[in-house]
């Protein structure tokens, strides 16, 4: 049965009628009209305006409760054929996203089939998402393999406070028979210094106008109409800042397009029929901007009414219970300090593999006797060759967390602790030891030339990357399985260079880096970089930097997909 309702931006009762389609005889089924692919003109509602404030809105409509059943049994097999523009669209909404947050926790409300989460999954976010259709949320979980997808409202998530780096509102916010309520929820998980991003059909466009109470924005599932100065008024009432609102481009094929225009002109039906015998062309991405949508990134407001929130704890994710650490260990004739490396490794390690680079002393005989899982090339793969291989059976074997260390005990071991408990609170994807925090370098033997030129390099390093590291070239590091599974290191060198384009493929993928002191020993046992080899790899990170340089101006490389 249908209810009258208030404004629910000021809660006057007082309206006029902007368009009246509304027959007291509802259907009892309007589920089809929920499908975002929907094309229905002319429906049978009432669209008012409130003569307090301006907000436009349904007036009568269903019972939320009818409402909610209506999504939660919701399935759109068209949708899925829009999966290459949907991707697209969610891209174009990132790449937005990341001039405010580069990084962190995104929760994508209303996330549907779950595309735009499993493009920020990609992009080293860590993704949670809300939907009610029970189709969607089976797509999101099992064919996407997305983790985190709550089935139900965003309360029925109970999300802790100052959860959330990131919330993506697309295309739901007209739908909700609260809106005002959900932006107030929204705030209350959004860390500080977040950002949400929401969109929504614009009532005051110019396609609007033109096509009135045919224009495809009105529908049966959309209970509010905003524009520009409602959108903004609500943020601000509930809390927001709006830092940028403007129009936006949506991706779809040449054929769903044609299926719009087809509910608004059957003599346009000679396209259809074109694309029917052309599918190749049928499938071709059009974006295009025709200024009826509404796109708005805002900030939590830092009025003094906001202020216990704004200062409120920032929650953490309580860690796994039991997370396996591998300690891998990259050897080439490590005989003579194999046994002091291992001594000095903590308890509580659940798995040491070592990959031995064709040495040609008794260190894989040494390793086996020690009981270490050991892995033995057939021919010398270099350094970066070495590691690739070492990743690769850890993950194998299901490790959450990859300790590299060096065999040659010029690292010390005892900090493998300090360096895995960052990844373990969630805090970092990858934890390095630095010898130049604390002198611990020059404290440690390290040659002066060595120190200045690590100095040099890191300083450029920083500069070009966009984010602070006192060191890049250190050989104790640890790594989340999240990082090793983001990054294609495959494609990497085999050579020194390895560690730094593993460094640079983390920053394209927005992942998250701390360090730790580290104490090194330089002696004559201990394997080390000479001049001219130092001299080529301080090159080849020259070259992974413009690499990067121009992969951020547009240049493809594989080797950072």
């Known amino acids: 049965m249908p209810i009258k309702v208030l404004c629910n931006l000021c809660g006057s009762d007082h309206y006029t009628v902007v368009y009246d389609a509304f027959v007291k005889e509802q259907k009892d ?3 089809d009209a929920y499908k975002k692919t929907d094309p229905a003109l002319n429906m049978e509602v009432r669209i008012v305006r409130c003569s307090k404030c301006g907000l436009i809105y349904m007036n009568p409509r269903e019972e939320h409760s009818r409402i909610q059943k209506n999504y939660i049994a919701l399935a759109d097999d068209f949708y899925l054929q829009e999966e290459a523009g949907l991707r697209r669209s969610a891209d174009l909404i990132l790449k937005k996203l990341r001039k405010f947050n580069k990084k962190g926790r995104i929760l994508d409300v209303g996330c549907a089939t779950g595309f735009l989460l499993d493009q920020a999954r990609k992009e080293g976010f860590e993704v949670y998402g809300v939907e009610l259709s029970a189709w969607a949320v089976d797509h999101a979980k099992n064919k996407l393999q997305l983790p985190n997808i709550t089935q139900g409202s965003l309360k029925d998530a109970n999300y802790p406070a100052n959860f959330f780096d990131a919330v993506i509102f697309k295309d739901v916010i007209e739908h909700l028979t609260e809106p ?3 932006l107030e929820e929204i705030r209350r998980v959004l860390k500080p210094s977040g950002v949400i991003c929401c969109n929504t059909p614009d009532v005051d466009s110019l396609a609007s106008k033109v096509f009135g109470s045919r224009w495809w924005g009105i529908q049966q599932s959309h209970l509010y ?4 100065q409602s959108l903004s008024a609500l943020f601000e009432t509930t809390g927001f ?17 044609a299926y719009k225009l087809l509910a608004y002109r059957s003599s346009y039906g000679f396209i259809r029929s074109w694309l029917d015998k052309n599918p190749s062309w049928a499938k071709k991405l059009l974006c295009i901007d025709i200024g009826d949508q509404i796109e708005i990134f805002a900030r939590k407001s830092r009025q003094l009414k906001y202020l216990h929130e704004l200062e409120s704890p920032i929650e953490r994710e309580k860690p796994k219970e039991k997370m396996k650490v ?4 990259p050897a080439y004739n490590a005989a003579s300090t194999l046994k002091r490396t291992l001594a000095d490794v903590p308890p509580g390690i659940d798995e040491i593999i070592l990959v031995d680079d064709v040495s040609k002393d008794n260190t894989v005989d040494l390793a086996r006797s020690l009981g270490l899982k050991v892995f033995v090339h057939t021919k010398n793969t ?3 060759g070495n590691q690739k291989t070492c990743y690769k059976n850890a993950l194998a074997g299901g490790a959450d967390i990859v300790v590299m260390l060096h065999p040659d005990y010029q690292y010390d071991p005892t900090a493998i602790n300090q360096l895995i408990e960052p990844i373990k609170l969630g805090r970092a994807d990858a934890v390095f030891g630095s010898r130049m925090m604390k002198g611990g370098a020059l404290e440690g033997g390290m040659p002066m ?8 390099l890191t300083a450029l390093e920083n500069v070009v990357l966009g984010i602070y590291l006192t060191e890049y070239h250190s050989g104790f590091r640890a790594y989340s399985a999240k990082y090793l599974t983001s990054v294609n290191y495959e494609l990497n060198s085999d050579g020194f260079v390895f560690d730094t384009e593993i460094i ?4 394209v993928k927005y992942m998250k880096f701390e360090e730790v002191p580290i104490r090194t020993r330089y002696f004559d046992e201990a394997s080390s970089i000479k001049l001219w080899p130092s001299i080529v790899y301080g090159l080849n990170i020259l070259k992974t930097l413009f690499k990067f340089f121009l992969y951020k101006r547009g240049f493809k490389f594989k080797q950072f997909d």
Do not use: D
């Open 449 to 456: 030339w060595k120190h200045n030129a690590n100095i040099l």
């Open 326 to 329: 591998s300690v891998v260990l």
């Open 225 to 228: 109409y905003f524009n520009k």
């Open 382 to 384: 270099g350094y970066g």
């Open 504 to 507: 640079v493929q983390g920053v």
């Open 180 to 182: 005002k309520e959900a």
């Open 29 to 31: 089924n309007y589920s």
């Open 241 to 257: 800042f709006p830092l940028q609102i403007r129009s936006y481009a949506r991706t779809f094929t040449l054929n769903y397009w």
